[in-house]
């Protein structure tokens, strides 16, 4: 019985060790701007491309930069909830539309609603790199001195919204 | 002979139907030689399993081109990769770096083959253990004399 012992106990450490690796996504790579200034950019916007969106516009604000595009299949997925979130005014919600054709961009927002302050055109894909996008859609948490505070990979679910993000917000509006 | 030359045909065929396929090089052979030696040392982040020189996912195609207009803005290597770790994290590095962080990531093969060693020289010892104290008693040691010497005869 005991020479069992040992093997057991070692099985049952493995398979601990497996159960937590189950739980985390692998999909899901920390990010490196978290704690650092959002990058920089001016792009055109999307309704109107001779007025330009800065992310110098949006200093003094907590804000959400809400990277989108018509392609994506996951965005549809939370576009309701961000439509949803849009409608209680907390926080502006800045789309950046992301490597997308700008009459499919528009033709998606009038047929699913329109969540977004602002929309910036990033039709190579260039500040998406700059933010280290690498699966739409991604949501960042952005606060009043501009610093990148949580990034959030895929569609964020009702779930995440209200244990993530809203707290975050909230925290740094105050 | 003929069935031969079909099949070379086909093999070469089968090459070139590839070779139409491969993403177009720059012009400067050099500078595609070093986006391929940088970007094998990259991790895709679309398909984690695959470097940046071989995915075709879009992203990759974007990244590689960035790389490219940074080789030739003159950028050093350890620049781009920097570039690269600032947007992705670590995690873009097939070799990421020795840290705090990281130390279970490097360490943890040897400690595994440490313990591994530990365990087995263990087991060794206590095996050669048993077989010394578990030798034959005398009463045994004259019986299977006994056992041998009617064999032989």
Known sequence: ???????????????VFLAIGLTHDPREVPSPLIGKPAPAFTL??????SKKFSVADMKGQVWLLNVWASWCVSCRE???????????HAVPVIGLDYKDQVADAKQWLEKLGNPYTQIAVDSDGRVGIDYGVYGVPETY????????????TGPITPASLAQKILPLVKDLSQ | MKRWLVCLFIVLAARMAFA??????????TVEKRLVAI?????????????LAGSRADLANDLRREIRKMIAEGKTDQEILDFMVARYGDFVLYRPPVKPT??????????????????????LRRRRQLVATSGLSDEQ?????????????
């Open chain 1, 1 to 15: 019985m005991k020479r069992f012992l040992l093997p057991l106990a070692a099985f049952a450490v493995l398979v």
């Open chain 1, 44 to 49: 055109p916007q999307l309704h109107d491309a």
């Open chain 1, 78 to 88: 939370e576009h309701p909830l961000l439509v949803e979130f849009a409608k209680t």
């Open chain 1, 141 to 152: 948490v952005i606060d009043k001195q501009g610093i990148i505070r949580m990034k959030h």
């Open chain 2, 20 to 29: 139409a396929e491969a993403p177009l090089l720059a012009a400067d052979e």
């Open chain 2, 39 to 51: 970007s094998e040392e990259l991790r895709c982040l679309v398909c984690q399993n695959e470097s």
């Open chain 2, 102 to 123: 990281t130390w279970l990531l490097w360490g943890g093969p040897f400690l595994l083959m440490g313990g591994g060693l530990i365990t087995l020289i263990w087991l």
């Open chain 2, 141 to 153: 040691r004259t019986l299977a004399a006994s056992l041998l010497d009617k064999t032989d005869q």
